[in-house]
């Protein structure tokens, strides 16, 4: 069906070309009003105008012109109505029957119906990324989660999307770790999970004994050399220490219900020489105080892409990678999803790529690559989020504490001994990692937010409960009419005849146009979301809008389902788990 705003502006594309057929390329402007005027208005008159006068043009300023496009627009059971208001606005007020049509077929062949389709097909969405040998720290959060929804939306919008994981796994400090391994365990492929224990231990054990033994120092960077050299010993241990990282890491997944593509820098080592190599037959590459760098017009640093003792960095494996998403991978979009603090970084190496003719120099035109950044997490005394003892907060207990505090809740409910404690765990989890999300999607995600388990598990207000609670409230008024909501589906009509009724039909119909607009941004928009539910309380609450028990029983369920229908791809989009009853 493709969104309102987009069906609308075919149709006006077919006004302008006959309200002025010698102006070539003209995009129609269609944008949802508050709805005094009507549902939708065009705004081309005023920009048409200053192109138009004095060319002969047969109108005598903007109104004319809206006049115009109003009258050439082809008839369609979409529209109720037009008007002209101002310098040329041409509002639109929709037709309430093609708008029950709309909703009731959406209910029958499904929500994908309105998925939006961007004009991409193949993504990479790089996003979490966690060092190996590191624990997924608060950090992570942030990450994870906008990356996932990114993800998950642009996957509701057709397209393939290749989710990276791209894991710190290689490095001068595997060195140290290898040779700590050999050291703890010198039969190291007995070395589980369990017998290592915590890895940040580990890893923090190794670092002090790099910084306080020389022997062990130089062992350290030889085991560098022979790992990065391909000796198997070395090559199997380090193998070691990655798979139990990616044990670890898959269970933060797991409970937060991501799912990634492990690419780590390893990949993408061996590519590195080649691409360094083809920039430097472009001209690309230059000496500058031993290193080898790519100078970027308008920033006084360059882009190092060889360090002066010869070893790659990030950059060069940034380079690599990209090299092989546009090549090898046929990607048309490359996200990535990292602090607002790599700003730069990204910045440097899309231009690197631009001057190499790998991308495009505009950033309206594909392939692109976006950098989608996001600020830290704070506690409460507005600094970074630690524990106590000012360690950062590992996500795990994070996880957890979120978890014990909403089942703690649903005790206090009574629904102790009204449920199962199947059902009291899986309400506790989707509850509890469904407002971990929501609050961290809710806010802008270039600016610093402050972590609050009291705010996020409150079930008032613009919170991921409240909305859970809301779907809940919705799913049991369809359970108590005692009607088979398929059957009504398809026997049923839905009508929007009451103010309220129309109102919340509208903003159903205009889901599709706010997918599609974070999509297009990169930014996703839980404002819908909630809206949604306060439209649909306001529907509700009123008295002349009763549906269990009235003349317009059917009608109102079918509208109580496609509410129910919307929420729950909103949640899903979201990465967050319904609940269905509370």
């Known amino acids: 069906m493709g969104s309102l705003k987009a069906q609308l502006a075919k149709l006006f594309e077919v006004s302008l070309k006959v309200t002025v057929p010698n ?26 105008w200053s192109k138009i006068k004095g060319k002969g043009a047969p109108f005598r300023g903007p109104p004319a012109v809206g006049e115009a496009i109003k009258n050439n627009l082809p008839s369609s059971e979409m529209i109720e109505s037009c008007s002209v208001a101002g310098p040329g606005f041409v509002n639109v007020v929709l037709s309430k029957n093609w708008m029950a049509k709309s909703i009731q077929k959406m209910l029958i062949e499904g929500i994908d119906t309105w ?11 790089d996003f979490s990324s966690p060092n190996i040998a590191k624990e997924m720290h608060v950090g992570h959060l942030r990450s994870t989660i906008i990356g996932d929804t990114l993800a998950r939306m642009l996957e509701f919008s057709k397209v393939k999307v290749l989710r990276r994981n791209h894991v710190g796994d290689w490095g001068t400090q595997f060195g140290m770790l290898i040779e700590f391994l050999f050291e703890k365990f010198p039969n190291f492929e007995d070395a589980t999970e369990t017998a290592i224990g915590d890895l940040q231990a580990f890893y923090k054990a190794s670092k002090q004994r790099f910084d306080a033994d020389p022997a062990f120092k130089e062992r350290a960077q030889q085991a560098v050399v022979r790992l990065q050299g391909g000796e198997d010993k070395y090559r199997r241990a380090w193998a070691q220490i990655c798979q139990i990282s990616r044990t670890e890491f898959h269970k933060v997944y797991q409970r937060l219900g991501v799912h990634l593509e492990e690419k780590g820098e390893s990949f993408y080592n061996p590519y590195i020489p080649g691409v360094i190599e083809a920039l430097n037959k472009q001209g690309l590459v230059e000496e500058s105080q031993g290193a080898r760098v790519i100078f970027i017009e308008g920033i006084n640093i360059p882009l190092i892409v060889v360090k002066s003792d010869g070893g790659f960095n990030y950059a060069s494996t940034d380079l690599a990678a990209l090299w092989y998403r546009l090549n090898e991978e046929k990607a048309e979009w490359i996200i990535y999803v990292t602090d607002v603090g790599q700003q730069q970084h990204f910045d440097m190496f899309f231009k690197a790529a631009k001057r190499a003719g790998w991308l495009p120099q505009g950033d309206s035109s594909y392939p692109k690559a976006s950098h989608v950044g996001f600020g830290l997490v704070l506690g409460e005394d507005g600094k970074r989020f630690r524990t106590r003892n000012t360690e950062v907060v590992r996500l795990v207990d994070l996880l957890d504490e979120a978890k014990v505090r909403s089942k703690a809740a649903l005790i206090e409910r009574g629904k102790g001994e009204e449920w199962t404690e199947e059902e009291i765990e899986s309400t506790a989890e989707a509850v509890s990692y469904g407002a971990v999300k929501y609050a961290d999607l809710k806010n802008n995600r270039l600016t610093n937010y402050t972590f609050n388990f009291d705010q996020m598990l409150n079930d008032k207000g613009n919170t991921a409960v409240y909305l859970l609670y809301a779907h809940a409230r919705i799913c049991s008024i369809i359970r108590r009419s005692g009607k088979d909501i398929e059957e009504l589906k398809n026997k049923g009509t839905l009508v929007l005849g009451h103010k309220d009724e129309r109102d919340l039909g509208l903003h159903l119909l205009q889901f599709a146009e706010v997918v599609e607009e974070a999509c297009t941004n990169l930014l996703p928009n839980v404002d819908y979301l909630y809206n949604l539910s306060e439209i649909f309380s306001k529907f509700y609450s009123n008295p002349e809008c009763k549906v269990i028990g009235s003349d317009m029983e059917t009608s109102r369920l079918l509208l109580c389902e496609a509410t129910a229908v919307v929420m729950r791809k909103c949640f899903d989009l979201l990465g967050i788990a319904p609940i269905y009853k509370i």
């Not at 998925?115 to 969405?125: E, G, I, N, Q």
């Open 115 to 125: 998925a939006p389709l961007p004009p991409v097909k193949t993504a990479v969405v």
């Open 23 to 48: 102006e070539l390329d003209v995009e129609p402007l269609v944008a949802a009003c508050n709805g005094k005027f009507g549902d939708y208005q065009c705004n081309n008159a005023m920009g048409l």
